[in-house]
């Protein structure tokens, strides 16, 4: 079951959980209590420039700065770029390129990547052989 409640951001909340087997009986030992804190999706509570919704997407910590899905490493090799991704383990990644940066200027390199460890090496096959080029990374669901 689940249960909605409204409350301003910021707000800790204490909730009390109880597992019940398949009859609906308690056990003795089933319950745990522990700290909510309502997050405002457009904020950025640890400071690492992605917002609280993007971590949620990302699936990222939204408290931990060290916990936010950015390049760690580029390298060329012939006529392909390489850039190494800080992942999360099941969730799926897409290269995407950019001569200026535009909003509406981003394409989709590659195919989508489902990451299966913390780091990913996403390529650019062609990559090398432009006189200029950005990239990012996206989530995909």
Known sequence: TSQAVTVPYGTTLYARVQQINTAGIFGPYSSTSAAVITLDPVADIDGDGQSNAAEQTAGTNPLSSSSV???TATAISGNS?????????????????STTLDPLSWTNVGSVVLASSSTTILTDPTGAGAP???YRARVVP
Request: charge should be positive; avoid cysteine; aromatic fraction near 8%.
């Open 69 to 71: 899905l950015r390049a």
């Open 81 to 97: 770029v390489a850039v190494t991704i800080a992942t999360v383990s099941g969730k799926s990644y897409q290269l995407e390129t």
């Open 132 to 134: 200029k080029r950005f």
